[in-house]
């Protein structure tokens, strides 16, 4: 069965850069036909989706969040990334890495929390 | 931009009552709906696809219809551990995807 893992600093500093890795398991990060993404929730409040990246490696991004986000893909390490630069008290938020078909996400990591605060 | 709205933003009601939440495209995103539960702490959890699909494993009295503009997703009858916050999401102008704003679900 397959699993998702984020795994990252909790604590980045503003104007510093987000780094956050997702780890695949049970399953290849290389198998057509699915997405994986990026989301993220403000603490007490909704979704937002960041951006995926196809197993071809093509990508998108939210345009809200397109000049400041960077995923990608690691497929040796069964893994894809996030990065997401000049971050301020606003990117606070738990994110997760998340995983399906065009359309809808049925796979989810338990998300990480990550805290921008000098 | 899809702009989804969800109501009510929050619901108190009684194990075994019928709840019913509703979500609303800002235009025409036919039944590219998905329904999603997060309980406290935990990711969210996909449980109706294509505004009316039963994700597999999903107890049979979730349930989600409509198409076009207007959606609902139904509890038939509510149980204790269905206390959640449930969020709709589209994606008809894919690759973009949206959120309503979430329904906080709590029991009376």
């Known amino acids: 069965q397959v699993q998702l893992q984020e795994s990252g600093p909790g604590l980045v500093k503003p104007s510093q850069t987000l780094s956050l890795t997702c780890t695949v398991s049970?399953?290849?990060?290389?198998?057509?036909?699915?997405?994986w993404s990026w989301i993220r929730q403000h603490p007490g409040k909704g979704l937002e989706w960041i951006g995926y990246?196809?197993?071809?490696?093509?990508?998108y991004y939210n345009p809200s969040l397109k000049s400041r986000v960077t995923i990608s893909v690691d497929t040796s390490k069964n893994q894809f990334s996030l990065k997401l630069s000049s971050v301020t008290a606003a990117d606070t938020a738990v994110y997760y890495c998340?995983?399906?078909?065009?359309?809808?996400?049925?796979?989810w990591g338990r998300g990480t929390l990550v805290t921008v605060s000098s | 931009d899809i702009q989804m709205t969800q109501s009510p933003s929050s619901l108190s009601a009684s194990v075994g009552d019928r709840v019913t939440i509703t979500c609303q495209a800002s235009?025409?995103?036919?039944?590219?709906l998905n329904w999603y539960q997060q309980k406290p702490g935990k990711a969210p959890k996909l449980l109706i696809y294509?505004?009316?699909n039963l994700e597999t494993g999903v107890p049979s009295r979730f349930s989600g219809s409509g198409s076009g503009t207007d959606f609902t997703f139904t509890i038939s009858s509510l149980q204790p551990e269905d206390i959640a916050t449930y969020y709709c999401?589209?994606?008809?102008?894919?690759?973009?995807?949206?959120f309503g704003q979430g329904t906080k679900l709590e029991i009376k």
């Open positions: 998340a995983n399906g078909a065009q359309g809808y996400f049925d796979l």
């Open positions: 049970g399953g290849s990060i290389s198998s057509g036909g699915y997405y």
């Open positions: 990246i196809y197993y071809s490696g093509s990508t």
């Open positions: 999401q589209q994606y008809d102008n894919l690759p973009m995807y949206t």
């Open positions: 235009q025409d995103i036919s039944n590219y």
């Open positions: 294509d505004a009316s």
